[in-house]
């Protein structure tokens, strides 16, 4: 009960808008680690076998373009909220 | 050497001739009045549909194509007029008016009986709706003309303009359709190939920011909604048996089935959630580059108060910050479309999966054949 009565408190202060830029905040540092690991990996294969660079490369921007749709999600969901 | 020195002057002197026009524009500004120039609004209203299509700003108003307003409303019937007609008379035209804010904020509205805004059924040519038209069009031009060039002459060797295109639609063929969708790959090539190229095409067209490109139409969440359904169709009208076996009772152990249907629950689930994955991506990514190059362009307008001085070095900042984002946005206009094609196609061959009976009779034959042969 108490619990409700303070959140309650919180209702008419800014602290939406601030939940919603953390979250983004967030989704960005999720999207470049995870980006930043599949690049790691994309150069070590490309500095092990040249000839395969094509390959691999397509590949790292698959990759990549799916792990910016998932941070893209949070970010659309964060909009809502502002 | 020296050659190549002039070569780079006059580049670097060519950046800095954009910012001279904006240094005058600003001493002459504070005389009159200061609107506050809203980047957020700007960006939004950029980002939005239109009942006209805004070509350029001219000395007092600006230069627009009208589009037509198809109305029916509860009360009076059809209507059909240019939206023109409702800049004047004070912005409302047969009690129709565009509703400054509220639910119902930049759309057609009108006061019905009771007094409350009420939305008629709105079945207007809006920005996008024409910009939808004029790229469809567009695309049905190019394509038809590289299909009627390799018909007449199948065997020749395509040059220029043709030439791109049969290697671009081969490159997405082979090495997209073919390998993810399997077997069938003839039979959903040609929606794969049409999904491709009209979202590549919109993207590309969203771009460029004049007259007939600029409409954000890849942007629209209700367009990449659409392109999600349609995939969503095609993968599940065309579904094999065992598609929907393995979705409703897959090979998993027993427990995950019979009290508490939880693996079917899964995967009933992400049979909505792939589609609604592939609209929030295309529509978040293309969003995304609008805004951030249309931000970019808007320092140059927030700092034009501040003096000569800031104006003119924000400004060619801001010059090269676009130039660069605009490139990227190109890479990314190729990559979603890719992207979206990519699943859909791999989303179809996971469709179109053969019963595992059935391969391993296959590879049964295959086998007995070698040996008599």
Redesign the interface.
């Known amino acids: 009960m108490e619990l409700l009565s303070i959140l309650l408190q919180a209702t008419g202060t800014g602290l939406n808008v601030l939940g919603a830029a953390l979250g983004v905040g967030f989704a960005v540092l999720g999207a470049g680690w995870g980006i930043g690991k599949i690049g790691t990996s994309a150069m070590e294969g490309i500095a092990r076998q040249p000839e395969a660079a094509g390959d691999i490369r397509m590949n790292m921007i698959i990759s990549a373009a799916l792990i910016e749709g998932v941070a893209l999600f949070a970010v659309v969901v964060c909009g809502f909220i502002l | 050497m020296m050659k190549r020195l002039f070569h780079i002057l006059i580049w670097v002197s060519g950046l800095f001739l954009t910012t001279l026009p904006l240094s005058a524009a600003a001493e002459t500004t504070p005389g009159e009045q200061a609107e506050e120039f809203n980047v957020k609004e700007m960006i939004l209203e950029h980002l939005a549909d239109a009942y006209e299509w805004k070509i350029v700003n001219w000395d007092n108003g600006d230069i627009t194509v009208p589009l037509p307003v198809i109305l029916h409303s509860k009360t009076s019937g059809w209507h059909l007029f240019l939206s023109s007609k409702l800049h004047n008379n004070e912005g409302s035209y047969n009690g129709f008016y565009i509703a400054p804010e509220g639910k119902y904020k930049g759309k057609i509205v009108e006061k019905d009986t009771s007094g409350t805004e009420v939305r008629p059924l709105d079945l207007s040519l809006t920005k996008n709706a024409a910009s939808l038209i004029f790229s469809s069009v567009l695309l049905i031009i190019i394509i038809m003309g590289v299909a009627r060039s390799m018909k007449r002459n199948p065997m020749e060797a395509k040059k220029g303009f043709i030439g791109f295109m049969e290697m671009f639609i081969v490159s997405i063929n082979d090495?997209v359709i073919k390998p993810a969708v399997g077997k069938d790959h003839a039979r959903y090539a040609p929606y794969l190939l049409t999904v491709f190229f009209f979202i590549f095409l919109n993207n590309v067209l969203g771009l460029i920011p004049f007259f007939p490109g600029g409409a954000n139409v890849t942007g629209n969440i209700a367009v990449t909604m659409i392109l999600a359904i349609t995939t969503m169709l095609v993968i599940n009208l065309t579904g094999t048996k065992e598609y929907y076996k393995e979705i409703f009772w897959p090979d998993v152990p027993k427990w995950l089935k019979v009290p508490v249907p939880l693996m079917p629950a899964i995967e009933l689930v992400g049979v909505f959630t792939k589609p609604f994955?592939l609209m929030?991506?295309l529509?978040?990514?293309i969003t995304?580059g609008h805004s951030t190059v249309i931000g970019l362009t808007s320092i140059v307008f927030v700092t034009a108060g501040m003096g000569a001085a800031i104006n003119s070095s924000m400004s060619l900042l801001s010059v090269i910050f676009t130039v660069f984002i605009l490139f990227v946005e190109l890479l990314v206009a190729y990559?979603?479309a890719?992207?979206f094609t990519?699943l859909s196609a791999v989303f179809i061959g996971m469709a179109r999966v053969e019963s595992h009976q059935k391969e391993k009779e296959l590879i049964e034959t295959k086998h007995i054949n070698k040996q008599i042969n």
Do not use: D, L, P, S
Request: net charge neutral.
């Open positions: 090495e994955a929030i991506r529509f978040a990514n995304g990559i979603q890719y992207v990519m």
